[in-house]
């Protein structure tokens, strides 16, 4: 973030960082939803260790996935170069 202009902006960094963290969060919580978890459960669960995650294995298990392109709960889920 920065302050310019008497407002708080989003840098493109911290917009590459926050849709970074929104990826992890769903292709978890869609991994999650897979193994039988319920949808609001597993976004409970994904929300405890999604943000550790390396980007590498983000990519992997969306691949392993089948690169979906919605979250269990009809969210885009943001490709790795956004």
Known sequence: MEKRDG????TDEG??????LVRAHRVVETL???AG???DKACE????FDY???EEVVDRLYEYL????????????PSPSS
């Open 7 to 10: 407002g708080i902006f989003i």
């Open 15 to 20: 917009i590459r960082e926050m849709n970074s």
């Open 32 to 34: 999650l939803v897979r």
């Open 37 to 39: 978890i319920d949808p």
């Open 45 to 48: 669960l994904a929300k405890m």
């Open 52 to 54: 550790a995650l390396p």
């Open 66 to 77: 089948g690169k979906p392109s919605k979250c269990p709960h009809g969210k885009d889920i």
